[in-house]
Antibody, heavy 118, light 108 residues
């Protein structure tokens, strides 16, 4: 079955760029009517949708983060990535990569914790 | 953007209790609502979609109802493994996909 696994640095300095990768196994990110999504959860808080990339490559971002976010894919490695620039302590969170099937978040990665601190 | 408001923020209940969580949308979303369960240290898990359809593998003690702006998640006969945080999410509009703030169900 399809599985998602996040990876990336657990510590990022303020003002730098947070970069995470999600490797997809058991299925191709280029096939099917799916949106490949990033969601985050600040400590003790709720879920925040960051953005997604359609299997065709088009993207859409949360307006609150739009100026700092980019989601891209490396189809040769069957993975997609998140870049979040100019980070602050407010970006400290658990980051999840998720498959969106017909607007349902049906498969989640285990999550990766990112702390923004000098 | 459509705003989702859940209540209560948290609740305490005992094993065997019936629990009800509500979710209100800032505008009509027909039946385009999902519910997720998140246990501590774990990723959320889809429970219910289309307001009342049970995801495969989810116990029948979970049920959802509602349409328009008001929705309910009900757990009949609460089990120990049901202590978790529950989130609603609207699937009606284009992105951003918005979640409610969550309801934490704790042991009484």
């Amino acid at each position: 079955q399809v599985q998602l696994q996040e990876s990336g640095p657990g510590l990022v300095k303020p003002s730098q760029t947070l970069s995470l990768t999600c490797v997809v196994s058991g299925g191709s990110i280029s096939s099917g009517d799916y949106y490949w999504t990033w969601i985050r959860q600040q400590p003790g808080k709720g879920l925040e949708w960051i953005g997604h990339m359609y299997y065709s490559g088009s993207t859409y971002y949360n307006p609150s983060l739009k100026t700092r976010v980019a989601i891209s894919a490396d189809r040769s490695k069957n993975q997609f990535s998140l870049n979040l620039s100019s980070v602050t302590a407010a970006d400290t969170a658990m980051y999840y990569c998720v498959r969106d099937r017909s607007r349902l978040f049906d498969i989640w990665g285990q999550g990766t914790m990112v702390t923004v601190s000098s | 953007d459509i705003q989702m408001t859940q209540s209560p923020f948290s609740l305490s209940a005992s094993v065997g209790d019936r629990v009800t969580i509500t979710c209100r949308a800032s505008q009509s979303i027909a039946s385009y609502l999902s519910w997720y369960q998140q246990k501590p240290g774990k990723a959320p898990n889809l429970l219910i979609y289309a307001a009342s359809s049970l995801q495969s593998g989810v116990p029948s003690r979970f049920s959802g109802s509602g349409s328009g702006t008001d929705f309910t998640l009900t757990i009949t006969s609460l089990q120990p493994e049901d202590f978790a945080t529950y989130y609603c999410q609207q699937t009606y509009s284009s992105p951003p996909r918005t979640f409610g703030g969550g309801t934490k169900v704790e042991i009484k």
